[in-house]
């Protein structure tokens, strides 16, 4: 393996997670008794550019052709999307003139909100299925992998973007310097860009090692995301802190002939991560040691309810979840079953674990003593979901940055 940023072959093993089914491939009752692929999940850093980064052994045409993940399911992740549109309308004076592109825009979520404003937009979504979720919500969709010859065809077809989003989609493309330069090749001279990441800082720092799984190939801190985005001449000027997804950063970069000088902002999240030994080798090597922590403790703790009777089940069935579950060695002995309110994967089972997923009703018909959090990024949005349980002494947990029981 060598590195896809700089090539590199002095990379260094970070955290080794065993090797475990791609997370988004929910099985249905048929293919129980099937074979089940597996591939190694080992994070590794490159010595020389600091990218950290997971081997490409899945291709995005293996996930993302039909895709289990809408985005829309999450009501904070909707409201999300309209603070930020909002934002960058009033930021950047968007209007009937100008356009908007989203790459990898899922169902609709963020681009709604856009053609509700009045402003021409575009989704460039590979999955067909939410993809015509979104042409179904009235978002203009194509439904394409993205390219440099996509983008070359897209912008002589619907002109320069004022405006590239692409949220979540910078770690899940293998072939980063091609796709960078297809972005560059989709936004106007004078045009912006905006990424969103999870941070590796809070990846590392919190041990947030479900946040690893083989669509995600590679993790940024905003040091290795700079040096990715200068490789197609697109320079960071701005950069946000987020709390979506346990901490992510949305980066604002810019083609080098309109970039500014980076903000104030930016000078101060590479002295943070400088500081939390990001910018050397020495500051990844806790994380494995927090990721078994978090493996041993949540263990425990189901260990003991089984043996104290108690029933537990599972809220949620995201990707993050089935690094969690195969990594802990978690199946449906110790968690019951678990529940997400998306109908794709309802009556399908977990990658691996093979634990039944069902519609979210059934928890107040079992009502069980326990359910535990998978999506513990959502904690706000989940407590509120599930304060009822309470009625019947019910326990609601969230298994990182280190298990804990939902506010009161």
């Known amino acids: 393996m060598r590195c896809r940023l700089c090539s590199s072959n002095r990379l260094l093993g970070i955290l080794d997670l065993g090797a475990t089914p791609p997370c988004e491939k929910f099985l249905t009752a048929d293919e129980l008794d099937c074979p089940e692929p597996t591939y190694p999940l080992h994070l590794r850093l490159c010595e020389d550019c600091l990218l950290l980064q997971i081997p490409a052994l899945i291709t995005p045409e293996d996930t993302f052709t039909e895709y289990a993940y809408y985005s829309s399911f999450s009501d904070t992740w909707v409201e999300h999307a309209r603070r930020f549109v909002d934002d960058a309308v009033a930021r950047l004076g968007l209007d009937e003139h100008t356009l ?3 790459v990898a825009s899922n169902d609709g979520y963020l681009l709604q909100h856009v053609v509700a404003a009045g402003i021409p937009c575009l989704g460039i979504e590979p999955s067909h299925n939410v993809g015509a979720a979104a042409r179904a919500r009235g978002v203009p969709t194509m439904t394409e992998f993205l390219d440099e010859q996509l983008a070359a065809s897209t912008c002589a077809e619907y002109g320069a973007a004022t405006l590239v989003v692409a949220n979540n989609v910078y770690a899940h493309i293998p072939d980063l310097i091609g796709f960078t330069r297809a972005l560059r090749a989709l936004v106007a001279d004078d045009g912006w860009v905006s990424i969103e990441v999870h941070h590796a800082m809070n990846l590392v720092a919190l041990g947030q090692f479900d946040t690893v799984y083989h669509e995600h190939f590679q993790y940024y801190t905003l040091l290795s995301a700079a040096r990715a985005l200068a490789t197609a001449g697109l320079a960071v000027v701005d950069v946000e802190s987020l709390p979506t997804h346990g901490g992510s950063i949305r980066i604002w970069a810019r083609p080098d002939v309109a970039a500014d000088q980076p903000s104030p902002r930016v000078r101060a999240l590479l002295s943070a991560e400088e500081q939390a030994g990001l910018h050397d080798t020495a500051g990844y090597l806790h994380l494995a040691g927090l990721a078994q922590s978090v493996r041993h403790e949540l263990l425990r703790f189901l260990l003991d309810c089984r043996d104290q009777g108690k029933t537990v089940v599972g809220y949620g069935a995201p990707g993050k979840g089935n690094t969690l579950l195969n990594y802990c060695g978690i199946r449906s002995d110790l968690l019951e079953y678990t529940v997400d309110r998306n109908p794709y994967k309802q009556g399908r089972f977990t990658p691996g674990t093979r634990i039944p997923i069902l519609d979210p009703r059934q928890i107040a018909k079992d009502r069980p003593d326990v359910v535990l959090a998978l ?34």
């Open 375 to 408: 999506p513990w990024n959502l904690e706000p949005e989940i407590t509120e979901q599930l304060r009822y349980i309470t009625e019947w002494g019910g326990e609601l947990m969230f298994p990182l940055p280190r298990l804990h029981p939902a506010a009161a």
């Open 100 to 102: 908007v592109i989203e």
